[in-house]
T-cell receptor
Framework: DAMVIQNPRYQVTQFGKPVTLSCSQT?????MYWYQQKSSQAPKLLFH???????NEADTPDNFQSRRPNTSFCFLDIRSPGLGDAAMYLC?????????????FGSGTRLTVV | DAKTTQPTSMDCAEGRAANLPCNHS???????VYWYRQIHSQGPQYIIH???NNETNEMASLIITEDRKSSTLILPHATLRDTAVYYCIVRALSGGGADGLTFGKGTHLIIQP
């Protein structure tokens, strides 16, 4: 089945140590998104790639970066994780060449900072 | 995107219909109503969306009032696996744009055995 896959499901990193989360998709969607979801809160959009164009949300900290080497893969880099960055990170995709406007989410990576 | 208001939580007995309300009194003419749900520790899952007509699919039905200021998501025969947070989101259809979804607080639906 076509899907959005996030690896790993659980990631533990040390305070201040760079960490990368990955997302891949087999849907051939041209837009990929990263959301942050802290405990008991709604998902919050960090940024998205529209094809190769990177679009950052205004309040996303500089500590968060993203890379999209090709259509299928997108990475979230946290340069210096702090305790406040512990959260579930969700990847999502959508397509803009068809008007249905739906989004497909991965299962998320739960990041713990120690 | 128009703002939505949903109850914080709701209970429903297993096997009964679950009716989840959503108010979106500032919805614009080109904005659709989308429903997503998020089961604990999983990513949000698309359920249904609509503009002004009632919609039904294999998961749920969506009833939108004539003035489009509110809607109700109906899960016809709720099961324990339907326990989740349900998000009502209004936004213009994506076509040509790539804006992400803006999630509100949602409704935590608890299905009781």
């Amino acid at each position: 089945d076509a899907m959005v896959i996030q690896n790993p499901r659980y990631q533990v990193t040390q305070f201040g140590k760079p960490v990368t989360l990955s997302c891949s998709q087999t849907l051939n969607h041209n837009v990929m998104y990263w959301y942050q979801q802290k405990s008991s809160q709604a998902p919050k959009l960090l940024f998205h790639y529209y094809d190769k164009d990177f679009n950052n949300e205004a309040d996303t900290p500089d500590n968060f970066q993203s890379r999209r080497p090709n259509t299928s893969f997108c990475f979230l880099d946290i340069r210096s994780p702090g305790l406040g960055d512990a959260a579930m990170y969700l990847c999502a995709t959508s397509r803009t060449d068809r008007a249905w406007g739906g989004y497909t989410f991965g299962s998320g990576t739960r990041l713990t900072v120690v | 995107d128009a703002k939505t208001t949903q109850p914080t939580s709701m209970d429903c007995a297993e096997g009964r219909a679950a009716n989840l309300p959503c108010n979106h009194s500032t919805i614009s003419g080109n904005e659709y109503v989308y429903w997503y749900r998020q089961i604990h520790s999983q990513g949000p899952q698309y359920i249904i969306h609509g503009l002004k007509n009632n919609e039904t699919n294999e998961m749920a039905s969506l009833i939108i009032t004539e003035d489009r200021k509110s809607s109700t998501l109906i899960l016809p025969h709720a099961t324990l696996r339907d326990t989740a947070v349900y998000y009502c989101i209004v936004r213009a259809l994506s076509g040509g744009g790539a804006d992400g979804l803006t999630f509100g607080k949602g409704t935590h639906l608890i299905i009781q055995p």
